[in-house]
């Protein structure tokens, strides 16, 4: 039986990717040091195979056709009953799981002692981040939109930015003694990493391979073309096996982010609700006694650059969306002559889209 179960619970847009990568690269040598980060079996990475027992536990069917995720969970719980050491699970959609949820969740690893770790990063850097992130993934609404809901708590990933709730459900059944919050740090390096190693009780020298998955950011031009992409695309695209290979890992994550345009930021008119929501996650912080890694002065938003102007990604012009999408169709049409196309299709496609365009 497993001495300890760390269940990191997102939140979001918080170096989870990274650490999801890092722990699975060196996955051999943690487990050599008694620390177990699984995948259901050979054929599926932890990442995937984490990621689907999260889906299965919350009763979600996202990036794939109905039930596929079915039976993951217990599969990675009983896995994690038979391994001796610490077994880390991790997937950032956990982070609004529901009460009910949360109770199974923590009652599927038996006697096994169950931590929650938490990341947490200030709000003026996560909301961009977590807009841009969707649009990546295909989704269509707008800037304002996407904050508007954020600041009336209505969808999941606001339920998942909330620190104090989210610490509050899970603190229903796990004690305050195993409750974490790796706070990000502002500045990027190794130190995340460090946090991330203290709180599992890891030593850094047993995972010496650096991470090489990349998920930079994008200007406000690149992201704006993307978003409009999106609309003219059917939805159905989203599923297609392709989408996030060519769309998100090819496009977005490797040509578009070489380019430079303003950087997106938080409105101004947003700057007092920011730095209210973390106040109340260092208010409840201080007060709850919950083990905090890293100086929680990191949740606070840094004052703003006064060399930076803010743009709105919502209403910027149409001559920097089109050299940014000049830049994709360049890339887009230099990966197609790549590929060996024997049917004829990918041609096909190509040219019902330029039609669409054409006639749109």
Request: glycine share 4%; aromatic share 6%; proline share 13%.
């Given at each position: 039986m497993s001495r300890a179960v760390y269940l990191h619970i997102g939140a979001p847009k918080t170096g989870t990717t990274y650490l999801q990568d890092r722990l699975a690269v060196n996955a051999r040598s943690l487990a050599a040091n008694g620390v177990h980060f699984p995948a259901r079996n050979p054929m599926t990475s932890p990442a995937l195979s984490q990621f689907r027992a999260a889906l299965d536990l919350l009763d979600q069917d996202w990036g794939g056709p109905a039930g596929h995720a079915e039976g993951y969970?217990?599969?990675?719980?009983?896995?994690?009953?038979?391994?001796s050491g610490s077994v880390i699970i991790s997937h950032e959609i956990l982070a609004p799981a529901t009460p009910s949820q949360v109770a199974k969740a923590v009652a599927s690893f038996g006697r096994a002692e169950v931590h929650v770790v938490y990341s947490a990063r200030d709000m003026a850097r996560q909301l961009p981040a977590a807009w841009q992130e969707s649009i990546k993934q295909g989704r269509r609404w707008s800037y304002r939109s996407f904050l508007d809901r954020v600041t009336t708590q209505r969808p999941w990933f606001a339920r998942a930015f909330d620190l104090p709730g989210v610490l509050a459900t899970w603190g229903e059944v796990v004690p305050t003694e195993r409750l974490h919050v790796v706070a990000v740090p502002q500045t990027s390096g190794p130190e995340l990493w460090q946090r991330f190693c203290a709180v599992f009780e890891i030593d850094p020298d047993w995972a010496p391979r650096e991470s090489e998955a990349v998920n930079a950011s994008l200007g406000v031009a690149e992201t704006a073309m993307l978003r409009r992409l999106n609309r003219r695309m059917r939805r159905d695209a989203r599923r297609e096996a392709r989408f996030d290979e060519l769309m998100r890992e090819m496009l977005a994550q490797d040509r578009l982010v070489r380019r430079q345009s303003a950087?997106?930021?938080?409105?101004?008119?947003?700057?007092?609700?920011?730095?209210?929501?973390?106040?109340?996650?260092?208010?409840?912080?201080?007060?709850?006694?919950?083990?905090?890694?890293?100086?929680?002065?990191?949740?606070?938003?840094?004052?703003?650059?006064?060399?930076?102007?803010?743009?709105?990604?919502?209403?910027?012009?149409?001559?920097?969306?089109?050299?940014?999408?000049?830049d994709a169709l360049s890339a887009m049409t230099l990966e197609a002559t790549r590929r060996e196309d024997p049917d004829g299709k990918i041609v096909a496609k190509v040219r019902s889209r330029v039609r669409e365009l054409r006639d749109d």
């Open positions: 969970w217990e599969a990675m719980t009983r896995k994690a009953r038979r391994l950087p997106l930021l938080v409105p101004p008119r947003l700057d007092p609700w920011v730095e209210e929501e973390a106040q109340r996650w260092i208010d409840y912080l201080t007060a709850s006694g919950v083990h905090v890694v890293g100086d929680v002065e990191d949740l606070r938003p840094r004052p703003r650059d006064p060399d930076v102007a803010w743009v709105n990604p919502d209403k910027i012009g149409p001559k920097p969306q089109l050299r940014a999408a000049l």
